[in-house]
């Protein structure tokens, strides 16, 4: 029985695949196996070795137990996938419900392109992206599969008005900004752009210079002018430095983004205020004249600008002349610029001075017809006595101008406007700009002068009044206004009258007052100087009367005669003055309405 004891029935027994094994050959074995797989942690980037290829998955061998599937599609970026390549995965199951490895290569490419982008963060690098599209404000930037934002005012230095012509394009970037809350990416071009730059800056700065020749980039433009590229450094254009000749805008000569010569003019210490000029790049036009221009010379050219004084024209670019006011019309009368040229007219005229060292031109547009006065028809046109109708142009104190046509004036005295009336000033008959009948009174053609007269057109109704109003007549006239010498008598025709205080006393012993209306006698008649003098008194006073031979202004050439019969003044008139009165009664009435 001891024998059978010690038999060893396990050894001796038939087992199964992979048993006969003693438990430490066993733990031996298990140990050698273990060491053959790879220690796998999900959620981590691996790398894997394609082991198999069919149409729709790649088998990959990482090691593990098992070998994971990942489709085809997402190997895509890769030409030419073949077995034994090594390829980058993130382990998203170690085992799935049907015991199968889970990989993903795409979600590997997101991670590792999340790890390349806070690197190139930390550590200032420059990353490679592709534009894929434009987006409101700047664009979106594939890096790594990853979508970046790269804002508008940090793709260039300058600005940039076509965003669309980046997409599908490489472009270097550098990562300024991480938001993992959003996951979201903005990068700059700008920042990489400005770095060589500044050296580039550096080396313009120090080398500047008035008078130096550069080449820039239009990057604004102003109604002022132009800001120009220098390469990092700006300077400004001014719009009269761009041509020679006028420009309202430099729209109409330049382009953004034209690449452009220009000189610099000046430059400020610190170097950060600098004025560049490009038509100081072309000769002065002035130099360029034709020798054949002088004084009198005929030329044409177009209207650039109307000022209040006159209107440039320019014959070039950067050769204007001055046509003042003045040197428009003949008229004697200035009048706007405006009414005469306006802007962008092409007009002929002659040249009046030429000062070619000062650059300075001044021309007229009269001079291209004759001067009314020096016509040959002048003389007789105007002679004394002719009848004209004009404008009033002007009023003074003295008179009224009055423009007969074009270069004609002529002048009519305050005097010679009415026969009747007394005018203090030409406003209280007539104003600017109206119509007004006139005949030649003087004609003196050496000194360009024109008198005028209006009420020279009707016969003199004093001739008249002489017969109407004679010393010791009686009218019944209304006190107008009265003041410490006097007062004013309104006559019968339109006419007025004076009396003396002392002329003004009444029966009674009162004071005649405005307002009133009197009998009055005349006591005094001058037809030269149209004055009546008249007394209420010498109605019932006989020596208030004047003495005969006091009233040396009364004409001489009629007499009236009076009588003293109850005071009542009668006249002795002939038939043709009672007519002739009458006639000039209809004409004042008629004048009235």
């Known amino acids: 029985m001891s024998n059978q004891e010690d038999f060893n029935w396990e050894k001796f027994e038939t087992k199964g695949f992979g048993e006969g094994y003693t438990k430490a050959e066993r733990a031996e074995m298990e140990n050698l196996y273990d060491n053959t ?7 981590e980037v691996i790398t894997g070795t394609v082991v198999g290829i069919n149409d ?83 664009l979106i930037v594939d890096i790594y599969g990853v979508e970046a934002f790269l804002p508008g005012s940090q793709i260039d230095v300058k600005p940039i008005r076509d965003f669309d012509i980046y997409v599908g394009k490489k472009m270097e970037v550098k990562v300024v900004k991480i938001n993992h809350a959003n996951d979201n990416v903005v990068v700059s071009h700008k920042v990489l752009i400005e770095k060589d730059l500044e050296k580039q800056k550096a080396e313009i700065l120090n080398n500047l210079e008035k008078g130096q020749v550069l080449e820039g980039i239009i990057k604004n433009m102003t109604n002022f002018g132009v800001f120009i590229d220098l390469g990092g450094v700006d300077g400004l254009l001014h719009i009269t430095d761009i041509s020679w000749g006028r420009i309202n805008h430099p729209e109409e000569v330049l382009n953004l983004d034209d690449k452009v010569q220009i000189v610099v003019l000046d430059f400020d210490d610190d170097k950060k205020r600098i004025s560049l000029g490009m038509k100081q790049l072309t000769a002065h036009p002035w130099d360029s004249l034709s020798a054949t221009l002088e004084v009198g010379s005929k030329v044409t050219g177009k209207i650039v600008n109307v000022a209040d004084y006159g209107a440039f024209l320019e014959l070039a670019p ?29 007009i002929e005229a002659v040249i009046l001075t030429l000062d070619k060292d000062e650059r300075k031109m001044s021309l007229g547009i009269k001079q291209l017809t004759e001067d009314p006065w020096t016509k040959a028809e002048m003389s007789t046109k105007y002679a004394i006595g002719t009848k004209h109708k004009g404008i009033v142009r002007n009023l003074t104190n003295f008179g009224l101008f009055l ?113 009133e209306s009197l009998d009055f006698t005349v006591i005094e008649f001058s037809k030269d100087d149209k004055r009546i003098v008249l007394s ?29 019969d109850s005071g009542a003044g009668a006249e002795k008139s002939t038939l043709g003055d009672l007519d002739a009165l009458s006639a000039l009664k209809e004409k004042m009435d008629q004048g009235k309405k």
Not at 37 to 42: F, K, M, S, Y
Not at 404 to 430: A, N, R, Y
């Open 536 to 564: 209420h008194t010498a109605t019932f006073k006989e020596e208030a009367m004047p003495k005969p031979g006091a009233a040396k202004k009364a004409s001489p050439k009629k007499k009236a005669a009076t009588t003293t």
């Open 56 to 138: 729709k998955d790649v088998i990959i061998n990482i090691g593990f137990k098992s070998d994971g599937l990942v489709p085809l599609n997402e190997f895509r970026d890769i030409e030419g996938l073949k077995i034994g390549d090594e390829v980058e995965l993130f382990i998203e199951e170690q085992e799935n419900s049907l015991g199968q490895l889970v990989l993903s290569r795409k979600k590997a490419k997101m991670v590792k392109a999340w790890q390349t982008i806070e690197e190139a963060l930390e550590e200032d690098n420059v990353i490679e992206g592709l534009v894929k599209r434009r987006t409101k404000g700047g």
């Open 318 to 346: 950067g050769v204007e002349g001055l046509i003042h006011v003045s040197e428009m019309s003949w008229s004697q009368h200035l009048r706007n610029p405006a009414d005469f040229v306006k802007v962008s007219d092409e």
């Open 37 to 43: 797989l790879t220690e796998i942690t999900e959620k």
């Open 403 to 515: 423009e007969l046509e074009e270069g004609i004036d002529g002048l009519v005295h305050v005097s010679d406007l009415s026969w009747t009336k007394k005018i203090k000033h030409p406003s209280e008959f007539v104003k600017v700009s109206d119509e007004l009948d006139v005949i030649v009174l003087e004609l003196d053609l050496d000194s360009r002068r024109l008198a005028l007269g209006h009420k020279q057109l009707e016969e003199n109704p004093w001739d008249t009044f002489e017969n109407v109003f004679p010393i010791g007549s009686k009218h019944k006239c209304a006190i107008i206004s009265k003041n410490d010498k006097g007062a004013v008598l309104e006559l019968p025709y339109g006419l007025e009258g004076f009396a003396t205080t002392k002329n003004l006393e009444k029966a009674d012993g009162s004071q005649a007052e405005a307002g």
